[in-house]
């Protein structure tokens, strides 16, 4: 066991600049043995060194067994100080030189070299790309086959944490390999890897591209396999790629629903949000709607109050797309939503009752709401002590009063305030489009073009 570093430090330095390239090998394989005990700071001494070896010397083995040593300090210390370290002393640029004509082992261990300093250093990302790197990574993953090919995918997804990598990565023919990342490689490199695909998929003619190359079912399979964190990237990369109109009805084919709805169970904020959106934009199909109603009033039908909630505040989105209507009213939803606004929580009959007031736009659905008992529930909760419940409330009953069929049934909340007051409002909302209206009529093109008030 080493107890006097400076001693053994200063006899590497002596070593290494022997002549012999035997010794060099061995001096520097011994620095990689000890690297998980050596002192940081003794470490960080020797890494200027290990890298002018690793440019200047004529010997292979040398450079190797450089980059070996490279590679193995890379991991140490706090965070990703030696990885820095090691990119500030420029040892990136000669590993990237080297690449280009090694071969055998000597690939392996540049590549692994590489694949470390990009890792564990965020820095050494920019040096990469600054220095070629993303091309020949590219370019080495056309060619490469074999267990290497999984480093430089990882490497590759490292590099696309970096923006200006997402935006060129399309012209260079990368999004395949992209794409292969999100399904092979470590855990941390796949939810990168699904995290540029997100990124890059927000261009809508990228998304065709990505539905193309297979990427619905690797987020699918990484959605499956991955923890809280990585299901929520995977969760919103396959959302994005599943808008393009090609996607929405493989999507649901492929199980990917269910996915949404365990997410939706997971009771964070981000993976409400997901799922939110994704099944909005599924719910154009209409084997998609029936089946997401279906779910959503599962959980209605549950004990966890969170959940319930999310759903209810789905189905109010879902509720005011035309097409989705009849298939929530079909999914038996309507009387379990009435029943929750009776005796739900707070949050659940908040949410709930956002639903049941859109709800009440259709004729179908209020004839329904009706049989379900939800006229005395609307009417006593006009007074309830929590204002977006009774605004709620108010909203659904005055869409009641305008169908002549069932302006009886609520004759008692005529008197109550609050259905005033949002009377009185809808009333102030339709005459100020009225004035807008006419304001538009009379002005002219010109008016807009050249008046900069009007701009």
Request: with cysteine; proline share 2%; aromatic share 6%.
């Amino acid at each position: 066991m080493i107890t006097n570093w400076e001693e053994s430090f200063n006899l590497f330095q002596k070593v290494v600049s022997s002549s012999s390239k035997a010794v060099q090998i061995r001096a520097l394989m011994k620095v990689a043995h000890l690297s998980n005990s050596a002192p940081a700071d003794a470490l960080a001494r020797a890494v200027p060194i290990i890298t002018q070896i690793l440019g200047s010397s004529s010997s292979p083995s040398v450079q190797e067994a450089s980059a070996y040593c490279l590679k193995r300090i890379a991991h140490q210390g706090n965070g990703d100080r030696m990885a820095t370290l090691i990119g500030q002393y420029g040892a990136i640029p000669i590993i990237l030189r080297l690449l280009q004509h090694s071969e055998d082992s000597f690939q392996w261990v540049l590549v692994k070299c590489l694949w470390s300093l990009v890792t564990f250093g965020k820095h050494n990302r920019v040096i990469v790309v600054r220095n070629g790197g993303l091309e020949m990574v590219i370019s080495m993953l056309g060619l490469c086959t074999g267990s290497m090919r999984r480093y430089l995918l990882e490497i590759l997804s490292a590099l696309t944490l970096l923006r200006g990598v997402r935006r060129v990565i399309m012209s260079l023919e990368g999004l395949r390999f992209l794409v292969e990342a999100v399904k092979f490689g470590g855990m941390a490199s796949r939810e990168r890897a699904a995290h540029a695909v997100g990124c890059v998929g927000v261009v809508k003619a990228v998304r065709r591209k990505l539905f193309d190359l297979g990427a619905m079912q690797m987020l699918i399979e990484l959605f499956r396999e991955g923890d809280a964190s990585t299901k929520l990237v995977a969760g919103n990369a396959l959302g994005v790629v599943s808008s393009h109109i090609a996607c929405i009805r493989p999507f649901a084919q492929a199980g990917a629903i269910p996915l949404y709805v365990e997410l939706l169970k997971g009771h964070d904020p981000i993976g409400n949000e997901i799922a939110e959106d994704v099944f909005c934009v599924l719910a154009v199909a209409e084997v998609n709607a029936v089946a997401i109603a279906e779910h959503l009033v599962l959980i209605l039908k549950g004990n966890d109050e969170e959940a319930k909630a999310a759903a209810a505040d789905i189905l109010w989105d879902l509720s005011s797309y035309n097409h989705s209507v009849p298939f929530i009213r079909n999914s038996g939803a309507i009387p379990i939503l009435v029943q929750l606004l009776r005796n739900g929580s707070s949050e659940v009959r908040e949410k709930v009752s956002g639903a049941i007031a859109q709800l009440s736009y259709s004729a179908g659905n209020r004839a329904a709401l009706v049989e379900a008992g939800a006229v005395p529930v609307l009417i006593d909760t006009l007074v309830d002590e929590l204002e977006g419940l009774r605004e709620n409330a108010a909203e659904a009953l005055i869409s009641f009063s305008e169908d002549a069929s069932l302006r009886n049934r609520i004759s008692e909340a005529f008197t109550v305030t609050s259905f005033q007051e949002m009377q009185n409002r809808l009333v102030e909302i339709q005459n100020s489009d009225v004035h807008m209206s006419r304001s538009l009529r009379q002005m002219s093109i010109e008016h807009l073009t050249w008046d900069p008030d009007m701009i």
